[in-house]
């Protein structure tokens, strides 16, 4: 079996003749002004060797610049950025009428080795221009004047370049782009089921252009990847600049089968949504990184931010915004990933609008609140002991009080394909995927039994205006090994907005 690769988007190089292949990518970039913070978390399963993964950078990175970080801080990051699914049961209609919660708005909240001395080797154009050891990572800072001469230098150091490579190295080299080489020491490396238990790393640099490079990437790639790209920023939501952006469809009700499949729909979604849109990245999630309705777990502390870069930038997370980007790309991708602000934008929320239709899409706002969020819901079948029921106020279970928590996606990129088909499982047109339900679905009114005349068959009045949730967080989602922990929060449900 060829071994594994899920890392950055950079290639690895090898003390062997098997090959690696990345497929899925993680990374946690804060950015503010110039300043560009950048996390990775590396695992892969091969051979035991030595192994390093080159990566362009803008400058020059010292000892100072490179730490490692433990592992559970980005287990949170996805968490909190992954697509949701929620599960209501409509309230007794007859339940005696509960004032409203006060809506609480998001607010952000919480406070080695020495340098080397640079050489050149005249022959090659590879200079070292530093290196140091940090934890399990031996580092190497190069410069090259041409691609062709970094590739035999990393040859010389006994490293198997993948093939196609240098073709990928040539445009880094030509725009003078230095190369973090981060060789790793496999005696101070743990292995698990055959898997290194390496520790994510992360950099920091100065830099005018926000950007990612992915074409390096490509070298390792088996055909297509998954990249997912997590932003922090002060007060900001980020898009890229140089392709298409579009908005993952959201607020769908399913059908109660995409419950034990969750990562099986949301990769349909997904893939369906890419395919109506050759090339674009999809936006997953905006929203403070400090809150979250309904959460995946506790929220990011405040130590955590200061872990992913806010120590760098001087900012404790107050007013912190999490984007979570999503891109797939193949080997005709044409250009790294430039990154631009961009305008708040609300969506994916339990909000009911005028007219009792709940919210659908993305819109523009004041803040950062959208979602990929999902909902499965039961129609109350109990009897109707009332002359006026209200309808479709949502919450947890019947006999409990609170929500049930959600179930978040994660390591999606790995969900089975094929398995769910989208017209089955949604219950309303996706106009903007080219999405049509496969029939309607008609759910069977409850049977009245009022008090006042229980021999009189009544239907019940349509759904009024003033339609009621709740909100909660999340499990274990039981697809395909899907990793969710949570916390619960126990809320009574709204009136006006379906938390």
């Known amino acids: 079996m060829l071994p594994l690769i899920f890392a950055f988007c950079g290639f690895y190089v090898a003390g062997s003749n098997q090959q690696l292949f990345n497929d899925a990518t993680q990374v946690v970039l804060m950015r503010q ?16 060797e030595a192994f390093a993964m080159v990566i362009p950078v803008p ?28 599960e209501y049961w409509e309230q007794d209609p007859c339940r005696a009428e509960e004032p409203p919660m006060p809506m609480a708005a998001p607010t952000a909240t919480g406070r080695g080795a020495m340098l080397a001395e ?16 940090v934890g399990e990572y031996q580092i190497v800072i190069l410069s090259a004047k041409d ?60 830099s005018e252009d926000f950007q990612l490079p992915i074409r390096l990437g490509l070298a390792n790639s088996s055909g297509t990847q998954d990249l997912i790209v997590n932003i922090f920023s002060p007060n900001q939501r980020y898009q890229v600049a ?6 993952i469809p959201t607020n769908i009700d399913v059908d109660d089968k995409v ?89 994916g929320r339990e909000l009911v609008q005028t ?25 109350w079948t109990g009897p109707l002991t009332c002359q006026n029921p209200i309808r479709h106020r949502w919450g947890g279970p019947p006999g409990s009080y609170g929500m049930q928590p959600p179930t978040a996606g ?37 049977v009245d039994t009022q008090v006042a005349a229980p021999e009189k068959k009544v239907a019940p009045p349509p759904p009024t205006e003033g339609k009621k949730s709740g909100c909660g967080c999340n499990t274990a989602d039981p697809q395909n090994g899907l990793v969710l922990l949570g916390l619960l929060a126990l809320r009574r449900p709204s009136r006006r907005r379906r938390r």
């Open 242 to 247: 140089n392709y298409k952006n579009v908005f």
């Open 33 to 48: 002004g110039t300043r560009t913070v950048l996390s990775m978390q590396n695992n892969y399963k091969g051979p035991p």
């Open 118 to 133: 640079a050489k050149e080797d005249a022959s090659h154009g590879v200079k070292i221009e530093a290196q140091f050891v």
């Open 355 to 379: 007219g009792g239709k709940l919210e659908e899409g993305a819109r523009p706002d004041s803040t950062n609140n959208f979602q990929g969020r999902y909902a499965i819901r039961h129609e």
């Open 147 to 206: 691609s062709t001469g970094l590739e035999t230098w990393l040859h010389e150091q006994n490293y198997k370049i993948p093939a196609g490579a240098e073709p990928l190295l040539r445009p880094y080299v030509e725009s003078n782009m230095k190369f973090f080489v981060a060789k790793v020491d496999p005696k101070k490396v743990q292995f698990v089921d055959g898997r290194a238990a390496l520790s994510p790393i992360r950099f920091h640099y100065e």
């Open 410 to 446: 994660t390591q999606l990129a790995f969900a089975p394909r094929g398995a769910v088909a989208l017209p089955e499982v949604v219950k309303r047109d996706l106009p903007e995927i080219d999405v049509k339900m496969a029939s309607a679905k008609v759910v069977a009114a409850p």
């Open 259 to 347: 419950k034990d499949k969750f990562g099986a729909f949301y990769a349909a979604l997904f893939d369906r949504t890419v395919e109506k849109n050759p090339g674009a990245v999809v936006t997953e999630y905006a929203w403070a990184a400090t809150t979250c309705d309904p959460c995946p777990g506790p929220t990011l502390r405040p130590e955590e931010l200061q872990t992913l870069g806010g120590d760098i930038i001087n900012n404790p997370g107050y007013g912190m915004v999490l984007t979570r980007l999503h891109a797939r790309y193949g080997k005709d991708i044409k250009d790294d990933l430039h990154f631009e602000k961009a305008a708040a934008v609300v969506g």
């Open 59 to 86: 400058t020059v990175l010292h000892e100072g610049d490179v730490k490692t970080l433990t592992r559970d801080v980005f287990d949170h990051v996805e968490k909190m950025g992954a697509p949701r699914l929620v």
